[in-house]
């Protein structure tokens, strides 16, 4: 199985910053025939299911504020959000689909400083 | 608008089996995956597995396998997951998602709403 980690666990920003979670995957989701990597991030608030972001590692679901962005390839990415908004608060979590089972990271739960 | 609808919250016995529900609307039910992910208390996202609601293929998490079945009626638009066996570990919310693609290697773009199974004597 691939196994994800990210980091930190939780970081709190002041309104207007930036916040920068990193996500680790075990092996690379890099599939070299299409050149993309199969890396998805979601955010996921309290009582509500998790809402998609990114996939492709860096493309932003329709509808996502241009504030979020992703990056990285191989085994190391990360997701960015530029300005931090207070409806902004909430878990992040990284996800490989690159091979079954599809695995997720352990969340990364961002605050108001 | 596209959506996914489960259903309600069940509360079961240990060794007992539950059945969720997911319905689809707003696409073509048949021209996407679905998959089902669970969340256990305090727990990451865990995948269970999906089907191709076209041609009805599946593939479970070996995690799961022997005790997880997932279904679709294509006529009700409705995918279906059934775990038997249950055991307290198995308290958590279940969700349904659409996969963006008809292959398995696709990001879920649609999320049910959750259906929360308590395992409890």
């Known amino acids: 199985d691939i196994v994800m980690t990210q980091s930190p666990d939780s970081l709190a920003v002041s309104l207007g910053e930036r916040a920068t979670i990193n996500c680790k995957s075990s092996?690379?989701?890099?599939?070299?025939?299409?050149?993309?990597?199969?890396l998805a991030w979601y955010q996921q608030k309290p009582g509500q299911p998790p809402k998609l972001l990114i996939y492709?590692?860096?493309t932003r679901e329709s509808g996502v504020p241009d504030r979020f962005s992703g990056s990285g390839s191989g085994t190391d990415f990360t997701l960015t959000i530029s300005s931090l908004q207070a409806e902004d608060v909430a878990v992040y979590y990284c996800?490989?689909?690159?091979?079954?089972?599809?695995?997720f990271g352990p969340g990364t739960k961002v605050d108001i400083k | 608008q596209v959506q996914l609808v489960q259903s309600g919250a069940e509360v079961k016995k240990p060794g007992a089996s539950v059945k969720v529900s997911c319905k689809a609307s707003g696409y073509t039910f048949t021209s996407y995956t679905m998959h089902w992910v669970r969340q256990a208390p305090g727990q990451r996202l865990e995948w269970m597995g999906w089907i191709n609601a076209g041609n009805g293929h599946t593939k479970y998490s070996q995690k799961f396998q022997g005790r997880v079945t997932i279904t679709r009626d294509t006529s009700a638009n409705t995918a279906y997951m059934e775990l038997s066996s249950l055991r307290s570990e198995d308290t958590a919310v279940y969700y349904c998602?659409?996969?963006?693609?008809?292959?398995?290697?696709?990001?879920?773009?649609?999320w049910g709403q959750g259906t929360m199974v308590t395992v409890s004597s």
């Open positions: 492709w590692a860096s």
């Open positions: 998602a659409r996969g963006m693609a008809t292959i398995l290697l696709s990001a879920f773009d649609v």
């Open positions: 092996q690379s989701v890099l599939y070299r025939s299409n050149n993309k990597n199969y």
């Open positions: 996800q490989q689909y690159y091979s079954t089972p599809i695995t």
